[in-house]
């Protein structure tokens, strides 16, 4: 990777629809060669995927919780099985194996306080397997994204 696929890759972390003609702009390579760079870096598994960020608030989905999970037993097929539970759940829109005090970190959306809680019912009340879990409740986003910040290259490699 040199220079000007980081350039590409950072310009297309705040807007993945950007054309070549735009990124060229960008980036200061021709369209084409934009265009290249973007399928190959895509094709390399650079780009893990393009999404959508949707507007919660005029989805219904208001209310956004961060909660920490803790299981009894941390066997793998124990493991395993709440990961795909989280997996399966709309409402959580990630889910991270951690280390530390609790076992999983979820971030999940709810349109209110009931629909959480039936949530907490469907998936920890009725799962054995749950030792505890801590409720956080977002009061403001103060910043939400996926963009990873890339280093400044100053030459290409040699090809």
């Known amino acids: 990777m040199d220079r000007f696929d980081a350039a590409i890759l950072d310009a297309i972390q705040s807007n993945n629809r950007l054309t070549a003609e735009a990124l ?3 980036v200061f390579l021709s ?3 934009c265009r290249k ?3 190959r870096l895509r094709a390399e598994g650079y780009v893990a995927a393009d999404v959508a960020v949707l ?3 005029k989805l219904g989905r208001g209310l956004t919780v961060i ?3 803790a299981l009894s037993s941390e066997r793998p097929a124990d493991l395993d099985r709440f990961r795909e539970r989280m997996k399966a759940a709309p409402e959580v829109m990630q889910c991270y194996y951690i280390t530390g005090n609790s076992d ?3 971030i999940l959306s709810a349109s209110d306080m ?3 809680e039936a949530f907490t019912r469907r998936h920890f009340f009725a799962e054995e397997n749950i030792a505890k879990f801590r409720t956080s409740v977002v009061m403001d986003r103060v910043k ?3 963009s990873i910040p890339l280093p400044v290259m100053d030459k290409r490699p040699e090809e």
């Open 144 to 146: 939400t994204g996926f």
């Open 24 to 26: 060229s702009k960008i």
């Open 114 to 116: 009931a629909d959480y």
């Open 55 to 57: 507007n919660h608030s």
């Open 37 to 39: 760079r973007l399928t």
């Open 67 to 69: 909660v920490e999970v």
């Open 31 to 33: 369209p084409d060669s």
């Open 104 to 106: 999983f970190l979820l």
